[in-house]
């Protein structure tokens, strides 16, 4: 959604219009104002912590380890056993691929704007060093 502001400031007869293109994105719930291309911002962005996607790659190295220990011997019975679609196991267990450094952004809440959950939740390269986003 693509907002402009108008502020009025008027003084001894002098009239100052001021336009501030802006854009607003829902991320993890959340609205983000997105600067215009060519803009930058005073203050450093701040951390966007997006706890659902936290979430998922936490859920998808705790299902890798009931497989690696025996648990749980294949996707299904995970499925079975959290009462969830056996799809969406294994495309969260896909999240465990991820390349360290973009786990490490997305912990630490400094991941790029495009990566998001859902995009995650699409196939992707294992190798880490086509995971360049």
Avoid: C
Avoid at 17 to 30: A, E, M, S
Avoid at 57 to 84: M, Q
């Amino acid at each position: 959604m693509t907002v402009t502001s108008t502020a009025s400031v008027t003084s001894n007869s002098d009239t100052i219009t001021v336009h501030v293109p802006l854009t607003f994105i829902r991320r993890g719930g959340r609205k983000e104002i997105v600067l215009p291309e060519g803009t930058s911002a005073r203050a450093p962005p701040r951390a966007r912590i997006d706890n659902t996607m936290i979430k998922a790659i936490a859920r998808g190295f705790r299902w890798r380890k009931l497989l690696e220990t025996g648990v749980h011997v294949t996707v299904e019975d995970i499925a079975a056993a959290e009462k969830i679609n056996a799809s969406y196991v294994s495309r969260v267990l896909r999240l465990t691929l991820l390349a360290p450094a973009i786990v490490e952004a997305i912990l630490d809440g400094r991941q790029l704007p495009e990566i998001t959950l859902a995009r995650l939740m699409k196939p992707f390269p294992v190798e880490w060093e086509r995971q360049g986003w």
